[in-house]
């Protein structure tokens, strides 16, 4: 079959010269709407022009449900021994296991194919290439809600994390994550290492935190996330992945991790919509033939950080928010102000106050010899 398109269900395909056996392709695997694993399978086949640019040369996890997503399942990091000869590998040094693990490479349709027929419902690249593990090519935030929170007040915070890197002349692009919040990546795509990345979020983290506590938490324990929306920085780490983009989510309808504008999601903010900010495998198929990738951009855009020294023992320090006074301006000229949508009562449109003004104001400034205690 071509690259991409809808995939003539059978038992043997033919898929770019490559020869698949397909099996119980009328399995239930979301018994809620009884999409099936051969609808799993078209799906992967139809979004595959969009999907795997971002996933080629990056070490793959699968997230197995061979009975479906109400069933059990399990992560599988090191390629099946019983994978066909064709599909390859990438064997990443894992200093915690002290020992090889063989990475799958989906490069391309015939692996994505192969994989989607293993119930690999979830796809979870890493933040790297495999050529060059230690150096990832964005920077990721996982907005989580926790109920009664959604992925409305994913929206707002997603809203005050772009207007913060766009004083920084940074771009940024939002996604759903399939499930119950919202992610923001800041393509890099230029030298760095996740010694800069991981205390670079977990610092901005603590700002926001610091700034708005009555939304924002920036620590995993379940216990104080009631109502507020995690700021999950941690994602920024070698030994993690993230959800792909157009992945599927063993939810119990087939949702996807979809791209979004920023405009849909101050849309989604402005009328207190979360369903505006959910989509099922079908409608993401339409918003890619009609809208292109909106992802793109994250793959090729080249983005430096500022150079926030001290980061590290700052994020370590919550209350240490005048971290900001350290940063070095990498920009010529300020980015463009956009027009957010305003959250509510408690929470205005205004980007963290004091995060805010101390990046955009005091970015300029030298890096201070010492840490103010604060």
């Not at 399990?74 to 590998?89: D, G």
């Not at 150079?307 to 023992?313: F, K, P, Y």
Request: charged residues 25%; proline residues 8%.
């Amino acid at each position: 079959m071509p690259s991409g398109g809808s995939l003539a269900i059978s038992p043997v395909v033919d898929v770019e010269g490559k020869h698949l056996s397909l099996s119980n392709l009328d399995k239930v695997l979301y018994p809620a709407t009884g999409f099936t694993k051969g609808q799993v399978i078209d799906y992967y086949a139809r979004i595959a022009p969009a999907l795997l640019p971002h996933l080629k040369g990056r070490p793959v996890t699968m997230k197995r449900y061979p009975n479906g997503v109400d069933s059990e399942f399990f992560y599988e990091k090191n390629a099946p021994k019983h994978r066909l000869e064709w599909v390859k590998t990438a064997p990443i040094w894992s200093r915690h296991n002290r020992r090889h693990i063989n990475y799958l490479l989906v490069d391309d349709l015939p692996t994505l194919i192969w994989l989607a027929n293993l119930a690999s419902l979830e796809i979870h690249p890493s933040l790297a290439l495999a050529k060059d593990y230690d150096c990832p090519t964005m920077l990721v935030f996982d907005l989580d809600p926790g109920p009664p929170a959604n992925i409305v007040q994913c929206a707002q915070v997603g809203l005050w994390l772009r207007e913060i890197f766009e004083h920084w002349g940074l771009q940024s692009f939002p996604k759903t994550s399939g499930s119950k919040g919202l992610q923001v990546y800041v393509p890099l795509n230029t030298p760095t290492s996740y010694d800069v990345t991981k205390p670079f979020a977990q610092a901005l983290a603590h700002l926001l935190e610091h700034d708005h506590p009555d939304l924002i938490v920036s620590e995993m324990k379940k216990a104080i996330r009631g109502g507020k929306v995690f700021v999950d920085w941690s994602q920024n780490d070698e030994h993690k992945t993230t959800v792909s983009v157009y992945s599927l989510r063993a939810r119990e309808h087939p949702t996807v991790s979809t791209p979004v504008t920023w405009e849909e999601v101050e849309r989604a903010l402005k009328k207190k919509d979360a369903s505006l900010l959910v989509f099922e495998a079908p409608k993401v198929i339409e918003r890619f033939e009609k809208m292109g990738d909106l992802h793109a951009p994250v793959l090729e855009l080249k983005q430096k950080l500022p150079d926030l020294r001290g980061v590290a023992a700052a994020a370590a320090t919550p209350a240490t928010v005048d971290l900001a006074a350290q940063a070095e301006d990498t920009r010529e000229e300020p980015a463009p102000k956009r027009t957010a949508a305003k959250s509510g009562p408690g929470h205005s449109r205004k980007a963290s106050s004091s995060a805010r003004k101390t990046l955009a104001k005091k970015a300029a400034k030298p890096a201070a010899k010492k840490r103010r205690a604060v």
